[in-house]
């Protein structure tokens, strides 16, 4: 091969700037990426909505954690870590709290170092030093890390064996341990954390030699999928991209055996899946970690197989905010003809068009795999599509996750709360400061948060792309030469009107590809470069600006934020004659305390007989955090109450009053004490 053909292949496979190795994730040099992502210290948020829920994050949701994390009595997570050690006791020398506590901790690791790539605060540093130490010290000399296990065999008890239950996450703790120590490395340039990491790579590489069945049982909710493709592209090591191929390859030992199941996403071999199944944390972290080895090896089954269970997801199983996992237990698949091959589920996909509002589960947790994985499918495919289930994941069912100050998890999310529904459900509907038997979302949610702004732009060779709008600068520089430095100045998502301003370019042609959201009504954006109008952009593409740019130039986007009202496919029964309220990428929700008195969260209509209502806008403070509500003319019927034991009875005719309907976005619902909520309302 000549030199000039390797230099265009090099080329050809590089998606982006040099800042992409220290990417959260690093698709630079993944032949099959279309695009890649900046680096972690490359976009600043410049206030507005995100930027304001990154400075919570960064002053009370990650110390807060930490705080949670070293009360014995609260978490016992760090005096896990310290027994296993050798340096504490915590409660009684012994493990507590559920057997993925490591992961999760290590989860709230990762949001630290992104904080400290940002603020570049030294005392961040030193503490992810002092912690990584123990950590580094608990783990076992074979590279084997999962707390439950080592502390009894490190206190000489023979009965503690790894992987004896396949419910004990091994390869979940040890694949957060991965991408926690890659953004910590991509942070600090430290190796202290990433050495940890390749030991638990190397014990996995010798499990998947050596046990593959029992490694192949053991892989529930696979982050260690994503945590290897990672490890991958830091190291660039051919032996961490053999072993991802190996892990997911593995998944077609256990079809057909007696642990096969919709619920672990094994029943069918891998390339056979078209339909998202079972519990949809796994799922979405499954299908996360596909879309990785996908960027990596251009496989083509493995294409065929994202692409039906995304449009599977995103046609039939996704709720309006962007969530997944509708029930909290069900059966699959359900209503087979073949009987004996139904088993049960829980906190998973149901079947088609199964959308439940009142107990909807949704777990925090799947949101976020859903998000990470819509990052990736767009990342293979450059799609404005998965960008836009992306968006409306991020604000609808992201944010939700954790309550306006930053102190209270959701851990499921409906859609609808009755204080009236008695049903006893395993979750708490109203937020909680801890969750101690599965304390996953709180620590997913805030690294999600504190990592937002890389999701913001995207870059290709000879392009920006910009995903979200929000006020942020972004700072890199540019492969081929020079520096891009551009500032994005909005209040957005309140605003529709953006405006970037070049402020440094390279001496280059470059694109900036500007994401005109797939739910803009047809003419709903306008755009203009340095003043003049440009023929309108279609909603669902990426609009391409293409020059080389000055500093000064600008260009300015206006979409249209109106309030739309929206239905469900009458297939979804649980909304039927219902309507939703979303206002540019942000859904809407009623609740109880914006009702006037006497008037009844379950007697509300709204009229749409005569077309669009009319919406008046607020802003409005909740919990320290700006909001706009939108309030609307709406009805209020049926005065007479129900008595608990009436399941029937026959309608009369009852005065209607009329009154301003207060609606919230969905995303701060819960942060004004305990009350019913609904985001779909009857049309009248
Ligand atoms: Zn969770």
């Known amino acids: 091969m000549t030199a000039a053909r390797i230099l265009w292949l090099a080329l050809l496979a590089s998606v982006s700037a040099a800042g992409g190795e220290r990417a ?177 790579a190397d014990y996995l590489e010798r499990l998947a030699r050596e046990v593959p069945d029992e490694l192949a049982r053991n892989a529930i909710c696979p982050s260690h999928y994503m945590g290897v493709a990672e490890l991958h592209r830091v190291t660039r090591d051919p032996r961490h991209l053999a072993l991802l191929r190996a892990l997911i390859e593995l998944r077609d030992r256990v079809p057909g055996t007696v642990v096969a199941a919709d619920q672990n996403q094994d029943r069918v071999p891998l390339r056979e899946a078209r339909q998202a199944v079972g519990h949809a944390v796994r799922a979405n972290y499954f299908y996360a970690g596909l879309a990785d080895l996908l960027a990596e090896t251009g496989d083509a089954g493995i294409a065929r197989a994202l692409a039906a269970l995304s449009a599977d997801v995103s046609t039939r199983k996704l709720y309006l905010t962007g969530m997944t996992g509708a029930l909290y237990d069900g059966a699959s698949p359900d209503g087979s003809a073949r009987h004996g091959s139904i088993r049960t589920v829980h906190q998973a996909y149901g079947r088609d068009h199964q959308l439940p509002n009142l107990t909807a589960y949704n777990e925090t947790c799947a949101t976020i795999g859903y998000f990470m994985w819509m990052w990736r499918q767009f990342a293979v495919s450059g799609d404005a599509g998965h960008a836009d289930l992306m968006e409306q994941a991020f604000y609808n069912g992201v944010l939700p996750g954790i309550s306006l100050e930053g102190r209270h998890y959701f851990y499921v999310n409906p859609l609808r709360r009755l204080a009236d529904f008695k049903w006893p459900l395993r979750w708490s509907r109203t937020r909680t400061p801890n969750i101690k038997s599965s ?58 009107a953006v405006r970037f301003v070049i402020e440094a370019a390279p001496a280059v042609e470059l694109a900036l590809r500007l994401r005109i959201p797939g739910w803009l009504a047809p003419g709903g954006a306008r755009l203009r470069v340095n003043g003049a109008a440009v023929p309108d952009p279609s909603p669902g593409t990426y609009a391409e600006v293409r020059r080389t740019w000055a500093a000064g130039d600008t260009v300015e986007v206006a979409l249209e934020l109106t309030p739309v009202l929206l239905e469900a496919n009458p297939l979804v029964e649980e909304t039927l004659n219902q309507v939703a309220l979303r206002r540019g990428p942000l859904v809407y929700c009623v609740e109880a305390a914006d009702l006037p008195e006497g008037v009844r969260l379950t007697d509300v209509v709204l009229p749409v007989a005569a077309g669009r209502p009319a919406f008046t806008s607020e802003r409005r403070t909740i919990a320290g955090a700006e909001v706009v509500m939108l309030t609307v003319p709406a009805l209020a019927g049926g005065a007479r109450p129900w008595r608990a034991d009436e399941l029937y009875r026959e309608v009369a005719a009852e005065p209607a009053r009329s009154f301003p309907l207060t609606f919230t976005p969905y995303f701060a619902w819960g942060n004004r004490g305990e009350g019913d909520m609904t985001v779909w309302l009857p049309r009248r």
């Open 439 to 496: 304390f996953c979302c709180p620590p997913n949610v805030v690294r999600t948060i504190a990592e937002a702004h890389n999701y913001v732009y995207a870059q290709s060779r000879d392009a920006v792309w910009v995903n979200l709008y929000a006020a942020s600068t972004l700072d890199a520089p540019w492969p081929e030469g020079g520096r891009l430095r551009l500032r994005q100045e909005t209040d957005y998502p309140w605003d529709g």
């Open 24 to 200: 959260l994730v690093d698709t630079s040099r993944s032949p099959h990426a279309v695009l890649g992502m900046f680096g972690l210290d490359e976009v600043r948020w410049n206030g507005g909505l995100l930027g304001g829920r990154f400075d919570v994050c960064r002053d009370t949701m990650v110390p807060h954690l930490w705080t949670i994390f070293r009360d014995d009595q609260e978490s016992h997570a760090w005096s896990n870590f310290l027994i296993a050690a050798g340096e504490g006791r915590g409660r009684d020398g012994r493990f507590h709290g559920p057997p993925f506590n490591d992961g999760d901790f290590l989860k709230w690791m990762e949001a630290l170092a992104q904080v400290y790539a940002v603020t570049r605060d030294p005392a961040l540093d030193r503490q992810m030093d002092a912690i990584i130490a123990t950590v580094v010290k608990a783990q076992r000399e074979d590279g084997y890390l999962h707390t439950q296990k080592i502390i009894p065999q490190r206190q000489g008890d023979a009965r503690a064996r790894e992987f004896e239950d396949r419910e004990h996450f091994e390869t979940y703790n040890m694949g957060h341990l991965m991408t926690a120590a890659c953004v910590h490395h991509r942070a600090t340039g430290k190796t202290t954390l990433l050495a940890a990491a390749k030991r638990a």
